[in-house]
T-cell receptor, first 109, second 114 residues
Framework: GQNIDQPTEMTATEGAIVQINCTYQTSGFNGLFWYQQHAGEAPTFLSYNVLDGLEEKGRFSSFLSRSKGYSYLLLKELQMKDSASYLCAVRDGDYKLSFGAGTTVTVRA | IAGITQAPTSQILAAGRRMTLRCTQDMRHNAMYWYRQDLGLGLRLIHYSNTAGTTGKGEVPDGYSVSRANTDDFPLTLASAVPSQTSVYFC?????????????FGPGTRLTVL
């Protein structure tokens, strides 16, 4: 089976930086995704990593280390609208996505 | 462009009843998926379809069935609903042709089985 771990909750102040870690053990690996999900809404795609290293997209960056089974999502210059759940998902050897339980980020003024 | 739609938005259902959740996409995506999302457990894959005419079982398929008669539609049926099937159900689709293809999610169906 798949095992994907991420913290349950994090709190940060507006304008600050938050790093959400994700560790995984899966049967095969074909990429790691991060999704954002606001309360009561559908998940939306944030980032994709398949090679080791950092991918930057504006205020959001995602890092992957395949040898360590580790990824993080970095949110910079936090805004109130960034309050949401962030889902780490790994595509396994059968090209199916397995999701972590999600990290709820609360941004405080 | 609607993207991916689901119906109904929410439903309260008596245990033992049959229920079909509808999902339609207009992006001509090859692959479609059904997930359930429960508090503390994240999204879990129920069934998937890589292309029209084919389906496969995900992590939690028991009690559910799907069909994929055409590219656009992927209905999920609960033959005889039980309270443990109370959940939020998300349908998703992806192009399926590239390694980095993201999944697009519908707005979800909130199902309560009493």
């Amino acid at each position: 089976g798949q095992n994907i771990d991420q913290p349950t909750e994090m709190t940060a102040t507006e304008g600050a930086i938050v790093q959400i870690n994700c560790t995984y053990q899966t049967s095969g690996f074909n990429g790691l995704f991060w999704y954002q999900q606001h309360a009561g809404e559908a998940p939306t795609f944030l980032s994709y990593n398949v090679l080791d290293g950092l991918e930057e997209k504006g205020r959001f960056s995602s890092f992957l280390s395949r040898s360590k089974g580790y990824s993080y999502l970095l949110l910079k210059e936090l805004q109130m609208k960034d309050s949401a759940s962030y889902l780490c998902a790994v595509r396994d050897g059968d090209y199916k996505l397995s999701f972590g339980a999600g990290t709820t980020v609360t941004v405080r003024a | 462009i609607a993207g991916i739609t689901q119906a109904p938005t929410s439903q309260i259902l008596a245990a033992g009843r049959r229920m079909t959740l509808r999902c339609t996409q207009d992006m001509r995506h090859n692959a479609m998926y059904w997930y359930r999302q429960d508090l503390g457990l994240g999204l879990r894959l129920i069934h998937y379809s890589n292309t029209a005419g084919t389906t496969g079982k995900g992590e939690v398929p028991d009690g559910y069935s799907v069909s994929r008669a055409n590219t656009d539609d992927f209905p999920l049926t609960l033959a005889s609903a039980v309270p443990s099937q109370t959940s939020v159900y998300f349908c998703a689709s992806s192009d399926g042709g590239r390694g980095d293809d993201e999944q697009f999610f519908g707005p979800g169906t909130r199902l309560t089985v009493l």
